[in-house]
């Protein structure tokens, strides 16, 4: 074990990594106008869990608020990711 973890190095950063933003807002503002379009376009329980999802509410707090259970909650927004992507994906190539 030790013989395998002397051959990795830890080199820690000497300064921190700075990320600039974007400087084209307007795709950024477009690319959120699709989003929430794509969103509109959810069944009525999909969009309230995807939008308190985005709120940042942990999986706990959504089954809470809907009433489903944290696994059900878990499979739906994996399925929710999956269908908003895809139609972004579509809405991009048009």
Not at 8 to 36: C, F, G, H, R, W
Not at 42 to 71: C, M, R, V
């Amino acid at each position: 074990y030790l013989g395998k973890r002397k051959k990795t190095a830890y080199v820690p950063l000497s300064q921190p990594e700075i990320y600039a933003a974007d400087e084209n807002t307007n795709t950024s503002d477009e690319t959120m106008k699709l989003l929430y379009n794509a969103i509109d376009n959810l069944s009525q329980i999909n969009k309230g869990i995807i939008l308190l999802y985005l709120e940042e509410n942990s999986y706990e707090e959504i089954s809470q608020i809907t009433g489903l259970t944290k696994s059900n909650v878990s499979v739906r927004l994996v399925r929710i990711k999956r269908e908003l992507e895809k139609e972004l994906n579509r809405t991009k190539n048009d």
